[in-house]
């Protein structure tokens, strides 16, 4: 199930880019290297960090992204920004680890309309 969700990212973004096979081989060794919720983390937080990046990153480059910031958290040199609620609304899906303090605290001083989510539909 994890592997599914990490593929709807990926999918999602159509993330793999030009090199398919090689995205895939890349992002399999990925997942046997760190803790599944961790790269679907990862992934999200290199999208947000990218979003405004043309064109965004796809392909081998997002996953070396990905890689650096797995690493960057594992050394202590970065921690997760993104809170549980970012990471639903980015994703779509339900998140599967714990907000640090200093992204809950960076997400209170947010304007309420930013945190909370609309309870219907913003007219178009």
Not at 103 to 112: C, I, M
Request: glycine share 4%; hydrophobic share 40%; proline share 7%.
């Amino acid at each position: 199930m994890s592997r599914q969700r990490v593929q709807h990212i990926v999918d999602s973004y159509e993330l793999s880019g030009k090199e398919p096979l090689e995205f895939q081989r890349q992002l399999e060794t990925l997942l046997q290297t760190w803790d599944i919720a961790r790269v679907e983390l990862a992934l999200c937080e290199v999208l947000v960090q990218s979003w405004l990046r043309v064109p965004l990153p796809r392909g081998t480059a997002f996953l070396q992204l990905t890689a650096a910031l797995l690493q960057a958290w594992e050394t202590g040199l970065a921690e997760p920004s993104l809170t549980p609620i970012q990471f639903q609304r980015i994703t779509g899906l339900e998140s599967s680890f714990k907000a640090t303090e200093s992204a809950l605290e960076a997400e209170q001083e947010l304007p309420a309309m930013v945190r909370e989510r609309p309870s219907k539909p913003l007219p178009s």
